[in-house]
């Protein structure tokens, strides 16, 4: 079971330390579209993947041997473990409720005093005839 977790482990630390350098090197000049180093990543998530499942075939069909368990329970944690992160921080954003800025403008008369306020931002002051603050 130890050499297949150290086999996957080498071949997420490739993948992820060639995405690492790939980065340090090319960085992310277009940042509207995923840089290389996101294609290394997700092409070592999927080839990982494929390996998993090949893995689990070939365990349940074929021989059952500790080094394909070692592999297919390290392949599996570590696919889980970059689907949750990337599923949390969406799931919770999905679920915060968010404020909706109005096009409404509030009005505050006091005595000569005029105030407008646009998503209760101060844009608007007039004192008797004299207009002191316009931001409108």
Sequence with gaps: MK??????????????????IAYAIIGNPYIHAPGIHHLILFLTLVIGLIWTLISVGIFFFKTRTEKLKGIIVS???IIISCFLYVAIP??????EKTFIESD??????KGDTTE???????IYIKVKDSVILDLR
């Design 90 to 95: 969406i799931y919770l954003d999905s679920n």
């Design 104 to 109: 409404f403008v509030r009005t505050e008369i």
């Design 3 to 20: 050499k297949g977790i150290l086999k996957t482990l080498l071949f997420y630390g490739i993948g992820f330390g060639i995405a690492g």
């Design 75 to 77: 392949n599996s944690l």
């Design 116 to 122: 407008l306020y646009h998503n209760d931002n101060l």
